[in-house]
Nanobody, 118 residues
């Protein structure tokens, strides 16, 4: 069983920055691929970024503004968000999957709210 706990969300002004953190437990960092998804008001969940086989990928809206990183020794994953826009307002979820598994991310945290004011 993999457990994920997000933190770092809050209310910020447009143009500012925020860093989200995710603490993983249950499996070692070497056994997991990690990522971030989000769900805005009235919208479906969408991929923000992930780290798979030490390579990072980003949604178009995140490129150039967001950065995903890991601290494997602490089994932590981070999402640095810069130049935030009101449309970034959403619940952000940390996600994980076993590297040996085929398919999407199986494990989800409970989310952290990010609200960006204009």
């Amino acid at each position: 069983q993999v457990h994920l706990v997000e933190s770092g969300g809050g209310l910020v002004q447009a143009g500012t920055s925020l860093r989200l953190s995710c603490a993983a437990s249950g499996r070692p960092a070497t056994d997991l691929d990690m990522g971030w998804w989000r769900q805005g008001p009235g919208k479906e969940r969408e991929l923000v970024a992930d780290i798979v086989s030490e390579s990072t990928s980003y949604a178009d809206f995140a490129k150039g503004r967001f950065a995903i990183s890991r601290d494997s020794a602490k089994n932590m994953v981070y999402l640095q968000m810069n130049s935030l826009k009101p449309e970034d307002t959403a619940v952000y979820y940390c996600v994980a999957r076993r590297r040996s598994e085929v398919g999407g991310f199986k494990y989800w945290g409970q989310g952290t709210q990010v609200t960006v004011s204009s």
